[in-house]
């Protein structure tokens, strides 16, 4: 019988959620909901020394604004709980036990000096990359080179020791990843890592293979920095008897900078100028200790299906030219074996255009709540209907939620100012007539729908010997002081014909007639 689909995100509480987790955390999520499985939380907490406080809950935050559903985890429970490795701690020694007792792992009794001075003779003999493996091992302080009554002293009276995996010194190590294809890796390059160190805390290594295996994980998607830790992830799933249910591994391309040049780094955010997290992060310089800020796409007012939509072109492609998805349609349509393995190169205008996007295809009626809510801010009054046409108006002129307010404000305050450039070509005696006869006849218009104030116009304006065109431009700027903005047309018909004569009138006594 096939295995329920499991998979895990496994992110470390050392800061704030970065970009590039919140993809890994996303194609998880796309792949487990596509094939009807479960999308699991763990936090992988054992280097305590790298522990940050707030950053696990600021995960769990970000996952629930991305709209990234868990099944299983810290907050949700599960039948696999504790989802926390620091509380999972007592389950991990006995599988460091079972891999001595097997002969595939071994004590190191190495003090942190022996290990420098013997970094130091490979270095000197021009060794590329010192290690600590299969060679090497023979020369150091550990079990396999110790008799073993030694051995035996040594650890009955509490002598420091970490716990060191055997890799073999001449194999192939194979495995099939579903991005890349087989990989293929000879143990010589792989050293014998800590499983267990000297405080009784299993490394990363060791806690993530024996939590993906008692969670049942069927499928494990994470970046392209973890791939060189395979080979070694293999080896234990074999030495450990699990091997028949390894799960399925996928590494993702990484995430550039906008030139290309490099890996997309939390510090890139502010030096770049756009947010590389989902969420503002409130933390400390490690240098000065004073408090430091940085942005978030949802403070900086990005929707959260907009930027999903983003994260999700990062790598993978639908095969089709459709570019705009909803989480169900992106269920639908992923597949792991679209993630490319090429390195995808961020792009902060393709994200600002996701959120036109998605921001211009909402109900008008929602869209009034976000501006309604910025007008409040500012203590505008303004009424629900209003608001809505003033949004479903401004709406093609706006990036963020926050420019609808931004593009709004020429409703509630008459301008001050006006263009020079268009005055000073434009503005004359007659046009002024015009204007002015146009005012005095709007107040009562019997329809001030935006064809019927067209239709007005043109009927005061060929009155008075003229064409619409040469007017329309010096009316814009009447009514809002600048010659850019939404349709003329409709913008009078929302602020309302007695509004606009008055904004008209205002015009023509300020102005001066060259």
């Not at 590039?20 to 792949?31: D, H, I, P, Q, S």
């Not at 996952?63 to 559903?69: E, M, Q, Y």
């Not at 395979?230 to 995430?255: C, K, Q, S």
């Amino acid at each position: 019988m096939e295995r329920e689909v499991r998979v895990r995100f496994a992110p470390s509480p050392t800061g704030p959620l970065h970009i590039g987790g919140v993809r890994t955390a996303l194609y998880n999520f796309l792949l487990a909901r596509k094939l009807g499985g479960k999308m699991l939380l763990r936090i992988e907490d054992t280097d305590q020394n790298r522990f940050v406080p707030g950053a696990e809950q600021y995960i769990m935050d970000a996952l629930r604004w991305c709209g990234i559903i868990i099944d299983e985890g810290i907050e949700e429970g599960g039948p696999h709980a504790p989802y926390r490795q620091s509380e999972r701690k007592p389950m991990y020694r006995q599988y460091a036990q079972q891999l001595i007792d097997s002969g595939h792992a071994y004590y190191a009794f190495d003090t942190p000096e022996e290990l420098d001075a013997m970094r130091a003779r490979l270095q000197a003999a021009k060794v590329p990359n010192p290690q600590y493996n299969s060679i090497t091992r023979t020369q150091m302080r550990n079990s396999l080179t110790l008799p073993e009554d030694e051995v035996k002293q040594l650890l009955d009276g509490g002598a420091q020791y970490v716990i060191r995996l055997k890799v073999p010194r001449k194999e192939e190590i194979r495995f099939n990843d579903l991005i890349r294809g087989w990989v293929v890796v000879h143990s010589s390059a792989v050293d014998d890592k800590v499983l267990m160190k000297s405080d009784g805390m299993p490394t990363y290594h060791l806690a993530n293979i024996v939590d993906d295996h008692l969670m049942e994980i069927t499928h494990v998607i994470r970046g392209e920095e973890w791939l060189p830790s395979a080979p070694l992830h293999v080896l234990l799933y074999r030495y450990l008897g699990w091997e028949d249910t390894m799960p399925n591994f996928a590494h993702l391309p990484l995430l550039l900078k906008p030139d290309g040049t490099g890996k997309l780094s939390k510090r890139d955010g502010d030096k770049l100028g756009f947010p590389v997290f989902p969420l503002e992060w409130h933390g400390t310089d490690a240098e000065t200790g004073q408090p430091t800020v940085s942005s978030g796409y949802r403070e900086s007012g990005y929707l959260p299906d907009a930027f999903i939509n983003f994260l999700a072109f990062l790598g993978w492609n639908p095969g089709t030219q459709q570019e705009l998805f909803t989480m169900d349609e992106l269920i639908e349509h992923f597949s792991i074996e679209r993630v490319s393995k090429s390195p995808a190169r961020f792009d902060q205008n393709k994200v600002r255009w996701y959120n036109e996007q998605y921001l211009r295809a909402k109900p008008d009626a929602e869209l009034a709540g976000y501006l309604l809510e910025s007008l409040q801010a500012q203590g505008i009054n303004c009424p629900a209907d209003k608001a809505e046409q003033i949004a479903a108006l401004v709406k093609e002129r706006a990036t963020f939620p926050a420019d609808l307010a931004r593009e709004a404000q020429l409703f509630f305050h008459r301008p001050t100012s006006y263009d020079e450039q268009v005055i000073s070509k434009k503005w004359n005696a007659q046009v002024a007539g015009a204007l002015a006869a146009y005012a005095q006849a709007l107040p009562t218009a019997t329809d001030t729908s935006p064809d019927g104030l067209k239709a007005l116009l043109t009927q005061v304006v060929e009155s008075q010997g003229m064409k619409t065109g040469q007017v329309l431009q010096v009316l814009r700027v009447a009514v809002t002081g600048t010659t850019a903005g939404p349709d003329l047309m409709a913008l009078m018909s929302i602020l309302g014909a007695q509004e606009t004569a008055e904004r008209i009138e205002a015009a023509v006594s300020q102005v001066v007639v060259s």
